[in-house]
């Protein structure tokens, strides 16, 4: 089951609102139906946020390759401020819009068409170099994992989150693929329970021993000695090591921590924003009252309640034991050990 799939020059994005109990494709033709589903969260996780907006440029790209190459290349200004306005915490999301735009800019003696067509392959690029890097990452990872290890993890850090294969569950898949008999416990992930719809659903389709927890219970497993590892995906990594991701991952590392439990985070360097010198600088999303004040069109709080409904949190690199990226592992990471990996 693939997040994003490309058809004869549209994209096809998995709607995620509706997993586990139906699998539809939403179907976009511009860049502002890619905006828009990325901001309502038919497509969500980092990279496949990111993948998602390449394609996004690549559809502005062939919406305007009947002008003049410098009026395609404002048109791409205006996609990249659109694409990049959907969601503020994910990296990658500018990243990936970034790279398309420094692109499409280099490429001075094409044609329209012809950057409407360059472009598309950049997108295919990206989304094909996105499942290599989650499958070298899950490489890497697997050494961390013991044979028999009993796995936390938090929100959905998988094939859904990425163009294939996914950053934390890549590990685990890379550890099973090795017969490591490895069993995962997945947090519901409140509110909005990327954990129990999509991370539940992903590993039981491969048959992974799974077992659904409420986030509140991570504590109580811990304390009774059955949690071996936890290990968790990323939406920005600030130059110091601090780590965006789900709200509630904070908790987990703080548990982690008091249970000297190792705390491991799997992220692609695409998730590094080395210009914030710490997770402080991060802008942390906030959503919808509404993901509070109801569960599944049920109203569960009274009306007219105060709500407070930040989408991330952020772990400060004190309490994370590693970061697994594709180019190696980041032991006991810090500002000295992040600058040392991006300059050997
Ligand atoms: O709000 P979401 O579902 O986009 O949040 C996703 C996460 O927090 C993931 O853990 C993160 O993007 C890493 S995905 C490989």
Redesign the pocket.
Same mark, same amino acid.
């Given at each position: 089951m693939s997040a994003i799939r490309v058809t004869e020059g549209k994209i096809e994005l998995l709607d995620q609102r509706k997993l586990p109990t139906e699998i539809t494709y939403m179907v976009c033709t511009s860049w502002q139906d890619v905006a828009t589903a990325i901001k309502d969260m038919v497509v969500?996780? %980092?990279?496949a946020?990111g993948a998602a907006a390449a394609y996004g440029m690549a559809l502005a790209a062939k919406a305007l390759q009947h002008l003049e190459p410098q009026s395609l290349l404002a048109g791409l200004e205006e996609a990249a401020l659109g694409l990049k306005a959907t969601r503020p915490t994910?990296v990658n999301l500018a990243w990936a819009v970034e790279r398309m735009l420094h692109f499409a800019r280099k490429q001075n003696t094409a044609s329209a068409v012809q950057l409407a067509e360059l472009l598309w392959a950049e997108a295919d690029k990206i989304a094909a170099e996105d499942v290599e890097t989650n499958k070298k990452i899950g490489q890497y990872g697997a050494q961390l994992i013991p044979p028999k290890a009993r796995i936390l993890t938090h929100?959905?850090?998988g094939a859904l %989150?990425?163009v294939g294969y996914?950053?934390?569950l890549g590990v685990i898949r890379s550890a099973v693929a090795q017969g490591k008999e490895i069993s995962v416990f997945v947090d519901e992930t409140r509110p909005?329970l990327?954990g129990s719809r999509l991370t539940a659903w992903e590993l039981q389709q491969e048959q992974i021993p799974t077992t659904l927890i409420a986030d509140n219970m991570a504590g109580f497993l811990m304390q009774k000695g059955e949690i071996d590892l936890v290990i968790?995906?990323?939406?920005r990594i600030a130059a110091n090591g601090d780590v965006a991701?789900?709200i509630g991952t904070y908790s987990l590392a703080v548990l982690a921590q008091a249970h000297k439990i190792p705390f491991y985070v799997a992220a692609p360097l695409s998730t590094f924003d080395l210009q914030l010198s710490s997770g402080q600088e991060i802008p942390i999303e906030e959503r919808s009252a509404q993901e509070l004040t109801h569960f599944a069109g049920v109203q569960i709080a009274p009306t007219g309640i105060k709500c407070y409904n930040p989408?991330?949190d952020v772990t400060p690199a004190a309490l994370v034991t590693a970061i697994i990226t594709e180019a190696g592992i980041i032991k006991n990471p810090d500002t000295e050990t992040i600058k040392k990996f991006f300059t050997e």
């Amino acid at each position: 089951m693939s997040a994003i799939r490309v058809t004869e020059g549209k994209i096809e994005l998995l709607d995620q609102r509706k997993l586990p109990t139906e699998i539809t494709y939403m179907v976009c033709t511009s860049w502002q139906d890619v905006a828009t589903a990325i901001k309502d969260m038919v497509v969500r996780g %980092a990279p496949a946020i990111g993948a998602a907006a390449a394609y996004g440029m690549a559809l502005a790209a062939k919406a305007l390759q009947h002008l003049e190459p410098q009026s395609l290349l404002a048109g791409l200004e205006e996609a990249a401020l659109g694409l990049k306005a959907t969601r503020p915490t994910a990296v990658n999301l500018a990243w990936a819009v970034e790279r398309m735009l420094h692109f499409a800019r280099k490429q001075n003696t094409a044609s329209a068409v012809q950057l409407a067509e360059l472009l598309w392959a950049e997108a295919d690029k990206i989304a094909a170099e996105d499942v290599e890097t989650n499958k070298k990452i899950g490489q890497y990872g697997a050494q961390l994992i013991p044979p028999k290890a009993r796995i936390l993890t938090h929100c959905n850090a998988g094939a859904l %989150a990425t163009v294939g294969y996914g950053t934390a569950l890549g590990v685990i898949r890379s550890a099973v693929a090795q017969g490591k008999e490895i069993s995962v416990f997945v947090d519901e992930t409140r509110p909005y329970l990327q954990g129990s719809r999509l991370t539940a659903w992903e590993l039981q389709q491969e048959q992974i021993p799974t077992t659904l927890i409420a986030d509140n219970m991570a504590g109580f497993l811990m304390q009774k000695g059955e949690i071996d590892l936890v290990i968790v995906g990323a939406d920005r990594i600030a130059a110091n090591g601090d780590v965006a991701n789900k709200i509630g991952t904070y908790s987990l590392a703080v548990l982690a921590q008091a249970h000297k439990i190792p705390f491991y985070v799997a992220a692609p360097l695409s998730t590094f924003d080395l210009q914030l010198s710490s997770g402080q600088e991060i802008p942390i999303e906030e959503r919808s009252a509404q993901e509070l004040t109801h569960f599944a069109g049920v109203q569960i709080a009274p009306t007219g309640i105060k709500c407070y409904n930040p989408a991330f949190d952020v772990t400060p690199a004190a309490l994370v034991t590693a970061i697994i990226t594709e180019a190696g592992i980041i032991k006991n990471p810090d500002t000295e050990t992040i600058k040392k990996f991006f300059t050997e």
